[in-house]
């Protein structure tokens, strides 16, 4: 649930009812209250972890943040030498982990952090999951800039990896919605508006959508165009055969039946409900109208092809996993497409 007033992460309250080892910890956090408004919302859902328990249990050193990364497996609980193939020890170097050959004459080092969906990064392993936590909040770039002291670049790059995570979870697990008995409305919408981008001309982006009625299944695709030729593969490739499949009038649409699937119409430059069949888009026409306030939100109506395609998959993830704890899910889904 968005919060609609101030929100103050951590209170006087739970300052007292601390230990002076855990004030010691959470001084840096101290206090962290957060203004929203009605462009910088957090949304919590009722089961996400609150940010006073992730520096608690997870976050209030890279060390702790290491046993937790270890125990749901998005570290190396053990590593062999690529050399000499002996066990290798957990040890600081220079003031950073890493896994070192004990073998005399070998001494290896491997970074802790090879093969995982944090290698590669300057910065410490706790101040990642805590900009991962912010991404799970929905908080602005400009929020998690003011919560965590980072650049507006470090945050964007790590809201890209986590939209990324999103992306790959559904390329590695394909989406068919509808079947016999089941009805699909499909749609195609326009996000953004004509404008000139630094000197490019930008027409916004046409995104194709169907929603299953009943559940939660929908998809959404970005396509370059509204023919036949495009639209017609994209619905035989996500609506499984036997589906009551319902559209407006647009030409396009003309030969769905011939997928082998049932198809009903409504003329929307008449009315929104078919008075005869009953036919109507309103539950992805709703949709529409929950995806397209988040894409204006981080101001991405008008961005690049390559980069505004991420965020459907993001939406998608957030809308697939609503009932479970954003930050939670993001982790588990690192673990699966880092296996170590």
């Known amino acids: 649930m968005c919060a609609s007033r101030r929100v103050t ?5 739970d300052a007292r009812a601390l230990s002076q080892e855990e004030r010691a910890n ?12 009605r462009s910088n919302k957090l949304c919590l859902n009722s089961t996400m972890l609150k940010f006073r328990d992730l520096v608690l249990n997870y976050t209030n050193s890279e060390q702790a943040t290491i046993v937790w990364l270890k125990g749901i497996g998005a570290l190396k609980n053990s590593a062999n030498c690529s050399k000499c193939a002996s066990a290798c020890n957990f040890v600081i170097k220079k003031g950073s982990y890493c896994w070192r050959c004990p073998k005399s004459g070998c001494q290896s080092v491997i970074s802790m952090r090879d093969g995982s969906f944090f290698s590669g990064s300057h910065l410490k392993l706790n101040e990642i999951v805590e900009v991962s936590y912010w991404w799970a909040c929905e908080a602005s770039v400009s929020m998690a800039v003011q919560q965590t002291g980072h650049s507006t670049k470090t945050i964007v790059d790590w ?12 390329l590695d697990h394909p989406v068919q919605i509808g079947g016999v008995g089941k009805v699909v409305e499909i749609d195609e919408s326009k996000f953004g508006r004509r404008k000139y981008n630094r000197g490019r001309y930008r027409d916004g982006h046409w995104v194709f959508g169907d929603v299953e009625r009943g559940t939660n299944n929908v998809f959404m695709v970005e396509v370059p165009d ?70 204006r939100k981080r101001g991405v109506m008008n961005t690049s092809d390559d980069l505004f395609d991420t965020y459907l998959p993001e939406y998608l993830w957030r809308r697939k996993f609503k009932n479970d704890d954003p930050f939670l899910k993001m982790y588990e889904h690192v673990k699966e497409q880092y296996p170590l």
């Open 9 to 13: 992460l951590r209170s006087h309250r």
């Open 26 to 37: 959470m001084r840096r956090y101290a206090p962290i209250t957060l203004t929203t408004t």
């Open 159 to 170: 809201y890209n990896f986590h939209r990324d995570i999103c992306a790959q979870w559904f």
């Open 226 to 295: 509204r023919t036949a030729a495009t639209l017609l593969p994209i619905i035989q490739q996500y609506i499984l055969p036997g589906t009551t499949v319902i559209s407006d009038e647009w030409r396009s649409y003309s030969s769905i039946a011939s997928l082998g699937m049932s198809h009903q119409t409504v003329n929307h430059s008449i009315n929104f409900v078919d008075p005869t069949t009953g036919a109507h888009t309103q539950t992805i026409e709703g949709t529409w109208s929950q995806v397209k306030p988040m894409m």
